[in-house]
């Protein structure tokens, strides 16, 4: 069982930058596929990124809305998932969520909603123009 935190989002203004923060609990975390996923009022939760574990080599996939501005990373000592956002564009407006895939070892990343099992509750991100 994971049970992660966001925290980190906010009100900014276009071509400004956030960084979001993901806390995950237990002593698995450095195993686990982690992504980032956004959803907007009346939209579908959609990817915006995800790394592999570190065992073998995490590889790194990005959503192409968000390829150049967007940068995933890990602190496997910290318990934690990072997405730092640069350039925002009133479209990332959105509620962003942390998750972790159950298969662990596993240096490829998804971009499914289905291939994760554990979520965090959400931290907003508004970006106005």
């Known amino acids: 069982q994971v049970q992660l935190v966001e925290s980190g989002g906010g009100l900014v203004q276009a071509g400004g930058s956030l960084r979001l923060s993901c806390a995950a609990s237990?002593?698995?975390?450095?195993?686990?596929?982690m992504g980032w996923f956004r959803q907007a009022p009346g939209k579908e939760r959609e990817f915006v990124a995800s790394?592999?574990?570190?065992?073998?080599?995490?590889?790194?996939l990005y959503a192409d809305s968000v390829k150049g501005r967007f940068t995933i990373s890990r602190d496997n000592a910290k318990n934690t998932l990072y997405l730092q956002m640069n350039s925002l564009k009133p479209d990332d407006t959105a509620v962003y969520y942390c998750?972790?895939?159950?298969?662990?070892?596993?240096?490829?990343?998804?971009?499914?909603?289905?291939?994760?099992?554990?979520w965090g509750q959400g931290t907003q991100v508004t970006v106005s123009s």
């Open positions: 998750a972790a895939a159950p298969r662990q070892y596993s240096s490829v990343p998804s971009s499914l909603v289905s291939s994760y099992d554990y």
């Open positions: 237990g002593r698995t975390f450095s195993r686990h596929t």
């Open positions: 790394t592999g574990s570190g065992w073998g080599g995490g590889r790194i």
